[in-house]
């Protein structure tokens, strides 16, 4: 079966503007996770879905970001406004439920983002 | 707050020779942890976690860590490493805080020479 996706794998960008990052998690995954792995850092969590509840947005850096995630399935991240220090890689993993942490994270591959 | 520590940011071993990478972390209640591993160009794989119960957990690739509740460590070993071993590994805490948060250490580049 399919793992988790995330595209474009690779994206380059003014500062400025504003980049969508999309994520497809693991089919039947009901927890949906974003992190952002800066150069020498370890992951930074971002936010996190379970099911309908409310998101836990609580690592979101700034109000320039922002996701959703439609159909409790894709999620898309989205930066507005891009600054340089958002230059990194997001990553998103599932898990077949976030309320339990019997159940494993599946990460993707993840998306370059650099910001010019 | 809740952390996880990996003092070490890069580690050397030779191709044959035991490994230890070391992990410590800050959390009040029982810990839920975890090793990753990061393979250049890959995404994160889990190695192995610690949940309850025996202290010393295997995993895949063999791996093992050891959970010391009186040293707040999880540290990660492996008796003879090969050179595919080379990549970025990370020490995790589970936390549950009504849903379940992750949050992760730094890593120890693991570099392995021949």
């Known amino acids: 079966g399919a793992g988790v996706s995330q595209s474009p794998s690779n994206k380059v960008t003014e500062k400025g503007k504003d980049v969508e990052l999309r994520c497809d998690p693991i089919?039947?995954?009901?927890?949906l996770y974003w992190y952002r792995q800066s150069l020498g850092q370890g992951l930074e969590f971002l936010i996190y879905f379970q099911g309908n509840s409310a998101p836990d947005k609580s690592g979101l850096p700034s109000d320039r970001f922002s996701a959703e995630r439609t159909g409790g399935s894709v999620s898309t991240l989205t930066i507005q406004r891009t600054q340089q220090e958002d230059s990194a890689v997001y990553l998103c993993?599932?898990?077949?439920?976030?309320?339990?942490?019997?159940?494993?994270?599946?990460f993707g591959p993840g998306t370059r983002l650099t910001v010019l | 707050a809740q952390s996880v520590t990996q003092p070490d940011i890069h580690i050397t071993v030779s191709e044959g020779a035991s490994l230890e990478l070391r992990c410590n972390y800050s959390y009040g209640a029982t810990p839920y942890l975890f090793w990753y591993v990061q393979s250049p160009g890959q995404g994160l794989q889990l190695l192995l976690k610690y949940f309850s119960g025996d202290t010393l957990v295997q995993g895949i690739k063999g791996f093992e860590a050891e959970f010391k509740r009186s040293q707040s460590s999880f540290n990660l070993r492996k008796p003879s490493v090969h050179w595919s071993d080379a990549a970025e590994y990370f020490c995790a805490v589970g936390l549950n805080t009504g849903g379940f948060k992750t949050i992760f250490g730094a890593g120890t580049r693991l570099f392995v020479k021949a």
């Open positions: 089919s039947g995954h009901t927890a």
């Open positions: 993993a599932s898990s077949l439920s976030g309320t339990s942490a019997y159940n494993e994270q599946f």
